[in-house]
């Protein structure tokens, strides 16, 4: 179990606490109503519907540790503003060497989602980032190779 503190965004806290009461409550429910049903099918060792309700109960206790581990070492950071610097919480808009623009939340490792625009402050390209102000171009060693970024606005 790891005990090293986690930083978060509060709104990523609140995530974190509602899906483990979804979890905990209805999804828990659901699925040992699904493991009563099934054990009624007769002989368990042949019971495809029950095995399948005991694994997803596995999984799913699983999950529910995982988060109740990452909810315990989480920390919430304040958005700290200073003066247009990109900082843990910022929202920066990138322009690549490309001209391609994107826009991104910056918060910790375990809310990131690329998908959702939230990159870790941990990752090389928010590393770069963190102190520069809107109009700063930064070099960053990517898997890919260097990058050239802009920063184009930073709220």
Do not use: C
């Not at 709104?11 to 659901?30: F, I, Q, S, T, V």
Request: no cysteine; net charge negative; glycine share 8%.
């Amino acid at each position: 179990m790891s005990t090293e503190p986690t930083q978060i965004t509060s709104e990523g806290l609140d995530a974190l606490k509602a899906e483990l009461a979804e979890l905990e409550g209805p999804r828990r429910k659901a699925i040992s109503e699904r493991i009563k049903i099934a054990r009624d099918f007769g002989d368990l060792k042949e019971n495809s519907e029950y095995h399948d309700a005991k694994n997803e109960q596995a999984f799913l206790e699983t999950k529910i540790l995982r988060l109740r581990e990452r909810l315990t070492s989480a920390v919430v950071v304040e958005e700290d503003s200073r003066a247009g610097e990109a900082v843990f919480g910022s929202q920066v808009k990138l322009r690549d060497d490309s001209g391609k623009e994107t826009t991104y939340r910056l918060v910790g490792a375990t809310e990131a989602n690329l998908a959702d625009g939230k990159l870790s402050i941990e990752s090389p390209v928010a590393q770069a980032m963190v102190g520069r102000k809107a109009g700063d171009t930064v070099k960053v060693a990517t898997p890919r190779g260097e990058r050239i970024y802009k920063l184009v606005a930073v709220d």
